[in-house]
C-alpha cells in the first residue's frame, strides 16, 4: 500500500503548489483592482445620490478636512497675487475665510463628492454650490440636436437645398479635462484632472488641474479621503 502511495503524493504536491501559487497572484492582482473597482462603485453612488453607499466609501471627517485646507491655500494664493497693503483686501481675506466653512460643508455631501468625481471641483466663490443633476443641461442638448436634425431637411424659400450647417468644433478642439487614475504609493490612489490637455502634447503647469485622492482602509478598502485642488 505504501508504494501505491508514494506516486500519488508526488503527483499531488505539485498540484499543491500551483494552486498556492494562482491563488496568491489572484490576491495580488484583486489587490491591485480595488482602488479601480472603489472609485467605479462612489462614481455610481454619488451620481445616483446613494448617500447609504457613499459613507462606506467616502472618509468624510478627512474629505473635509482636506477641502477646508485646499480652499484656505487657494484664497491665500488670490490675497497673495495682488501685491497690495490695501487694508481692505485683508477684511475681505477675513471675509472669504468665513465663506470657507459652509462651501466645505456643501462639497462633503453626495452633490459634491458627485461634482468633484464629474470633473467639477470647487472655485472658492462666495455662495458656490455642487450642481445637484446634469439631466436639464443632457435634455437641452438633445432638443437642440432634434431641432437641427428638422432643420436641415427643411428646404430654403427660394427652392434651393439648404446649406449644410457648420460642423461644432471644427476649428476650435474640445477642451476637455484629460482624466488619468493611478497609484501614488502603496496606500494612497489619485484621480486627476487636467483641463485643457490634447493628446499629444505636454501639460504646462498653469492649467487647471485637480486630483482626487482615495487611501487605503484595511487589505482591500479604498476611500475617498482629500482633494488637490489647483488654483
Given at each position: 500500500?505504501?508504494t501505491s502511495s508514494a506516486p500519488s503524493q508526488r503527483w499531488l504536491k505539485p498540484v499543491a503548489i500551483v494552486m498556492v501559487v494562482v491563488f496568491v497572484v489572484a490576491i495580488i492582482g484583486y489587490s491591485y483592482a480595488t482602488p479601480y473597482i472603489a472609485l467605479n462603485r462612489i462614481k455610481r453612488a454619488a451620481d ?184
Open positions: 500500500m505504501s445616483a445620490r446613494d448617500a447609504a453607499t457613499l459613507n462606506q466609501y467616502v472618509d468624510y471627517p478627512a474629505l473635509r478636512a482636506s477641502l477646508k485646507g485646499q480652499l484656505g491655500d487657494m484664497l491665500q494664493k488670490r490675497i497673495d497675487a495682488q501685491h497690495s497693503s490695501n487694508p481692505l483686501l485683508l477684511f475681505g481675506a477675513v471675509i472669504g475665510q468665513a465663506l470657507i466653512s459652509p462651501l466645505v460643508d456643501a462639497y462633503a455631501t453626495p452633490d459634491g463628492v458627485a461634482a468633484l468625481l464629474n470633473g467639477m471641483p470647487p472655485r472658492g466663490e462666495p455662495g458656490e454650490r455642487p450642481p445637484t443633476s446634469t439631466a436639464g443641461v443632457e435634455g437641452n442638448t438633445g432638443a437642440n440636436t432634434g431641432a437641427g436634425a428638422a432643420g436641415e431637411q427643411a428646404p430654403s424659400a427660394s427652392g434651393q437645398p439648404p446649406a449644410p450647417p457648420p460642423v461644432a468644433g471644427a476649428d476650435e478642439p474640445q477642451a476637455r479635462p484629460e482624466t488619468t487614475a493611478g497609484y501614488r504609493g502603496i496606500n494612497e490612489f489619485a484621480v486627476t484632472w487636467q483641463q485643457g490637455g490634447q493628446q499629444g502634447r505636454q501639460h504646462s503647469a498653469d492649467e487647471p488641474r485637480y486630483a482626487a485622492i482615495l487611501q487605503r482602509h484595511g487589505l482591500f478598502t479604498w476611500k475617498l479621503a482629500a482633494v488637490e485642488l489647483n488654483d
